[in-house]
Each structure stands twice: as structure tokens, then as C-alpha cells.
């Protein structure tokens, strides 16, 4: 069964601070989502990583991934109050007939204060 | 711009009833998948199904069913509904794969919010 372990399940920053989210995950995955969700809304994309090594960055989001030790990181630099939601790292895996879903973990809500 | 679209936002419905949830995506994505979302335990998948009439069982099937008559409809039935029921409901869809080329990611509904009392 695949498992995925984000940590930490809540973060309260200062605006200006670097801090990085960890996604841990138990079984040989195809693909690595980040998500991020806003109170009351759906689910917006952020980043799909698709091998190791592979870094994307967007804005003050940067987003890795390790699949020989099956973590993926998500790191803020100089967070603004912007960047408050909760985020959502996921991995699917393929089988015969495609895509099986993706399996989340539990969600990081980050608040960042002025 | 690609849609995924969740008939209702906001559902209250009574304990013993059946209740579906509508989905339908402009994509032509061959797989869709029906989540629930409730605090502490993020999302847990309930059904997906790769093709028309074909479904599987997600993580927690119990108490629901699918249907998928069209490509882009893709329906979640509480048979009868309960109180544990209540949760927000996530639609979403997303390419299939061919080959060796991974196409796309996944793409979600805005959410029905459905409350049994």
C-alpha cells in the first residue's frame, strides 16, 4: 500500500523566512504532485515531478525530488502572506489500464504571518 | 482553458437518501476519479474508472457506487446516504498514458460540500 508523510502537518512563519516542507513516500512512484488549496477552494497545480533530480521553481517556490530516497521537498524562500494555504504533496502510480489515482498526504497548512 | 465542473457546490440532504454527484470534464481525459476530503485525514480516493462503464475501487469504496455512461460524465452515488458521509467531495480527471510518454497531471472540480443530516 502506498503511503505518503508530509511533515509538518502545520507551520506558522514570519514573513521574510526560508522554510522547506517534506513529502515522504513508501513505494517506487511514477509521478510527484505539489498542490495547493485555499480555504474553501479546490485543488490548484503546482508542481509535477516527474524524475530524480528534477527541481522546478515558480515565484518563491521551489520544489525537488529525490526518488531514491522517496522524498520531495518544497522549499519557501522569503515567504510573504501570500503563500498562506495548505499544500498537498501526492504520488500516482500507473498500472495496465493508466493512471491509478493519486494518494495524498495529510496536507501542510501554512500561515505566515507579517 | 480546461474544466472540470461539480454540478453542486453546496448539498444539504437528509440521512437514507440517494444522493448523486454530478462531474463532467471538457478535457477528453480518459480517467476520472471521485476523492473525499475531511480535516486531518486529507483526501482518500472513493472510485476511478479508466473508460466508459469501467470502474475500481479506490481506498474507501464502501457506501458509494459510480457510474460512468459518457467519456466525460462521471457520477458518485451514496446509495443511502449518512451523517459519516458528510465531507467535501473532489472530482477530478487527468490524461492516461501512452507508451512511454506521460502526458499531463490531474485536474480538479471546485468541490461539492455535502452535509446529511
Known amino acids: 500500500e502506498l503511503k505518503v508523510e508530509q511533515n509538518p502537518l502545520f507551520l506558522s512563519m514570519q514573513e521574510g523566512k526560508n522554510y522547506t516542507i517534506y513529502c515522504n513516500y513508501s513505494?517506487?512512484?511514477?509521478?510527484l504532485y505539489w498542490y495547493r488549496q485555499d480555504p474553501g477552494k479546490s485543488l490548484e497545480s503546482l508542481f509535477v515531478?516527474?524524475?530524480?533530480?528534477a527541481v522546478k521553481q515558480e515565484g518563491r517556490l521551489m520544489a525537488s525530488l529525490d526518488t531514491k530516497a522517496r522524498l520531495s521537498t518544497l522549499h519557501i524562500t522569503a515567504a510573504v502572506h501570500d503563500l498562506s494555504a495548505t499544500y498537498f504533496c501526492?504520488?500516482?502510480?500507473?498500472?495496465?489500464?493508466?493512471?491509478?489515482?493519486?494518494?495524498f498526504g495529510k496536507g501542510t497548512h501554512l500561515i505566515i504571518q507579517p | 482553458d480546461v474544466k472540470v465542473t461539480q454540478s453542486s457546490r453546496y448539498l444539504v440532504k437528509r440521512t437514507g437518501e440517494k444522493v448523486f454527484l454530478e462531474c463532467v470534464q471538457d478535457?477528453?481525459?480518459?480517467?476520472m476519479f471521485w476523492y473525499r476530503q475531511d480535516p486531518g485525514l486529507g483526501l482518500r480516493l472513493i472510485y476511478f474508472?479508466?473508460?466508459?462503464?469501467?470502474?475500481e475501487k479506490g481506498d474507501i469504496p464502501e457506501g458509494y457506487s459510480v457510474s460512468r455512461e459518457k467519456k466525460e460524465r462521471f457520477s458518485l452515488i451514496l446509495e443511502s446516504a449518512s451523517t459519516n458521509q458528510t465531507s467535501m467531495y473532489l472530482c477530478?480527471?487527468?490524461?492516461?498514458?501512452?507508451?512511454?510518454?506521460?502526458?499531463?497531471?490531474?485536474?480538479f472540480g471546485s468541490g461539492t460540500r455535502l452535509t446529511v443530516v
Open positions: 477530478a480527471s487527468s490524461l492516461s498514458f501512452s507508451g512511454d510518454i506521460k502526458l499531463g497531471g490531474y485536474t
Open positions: 513505494t517506487t512512484s511514477d509521478r
Open positions: 515531478l516527474l524524475s530524480n533530480g
Open positions: 501526492a504520488v500516482d502510480i500507473f498500472s495496465g489500464g493508466g493512471a491509478d489515482g493519486l494518494t
Open positions: 478535457m477528453d481525459h480518459e480517467n
Open positions: 474508472s479508466y473508460d466508459v462503464k469501467m470502474k
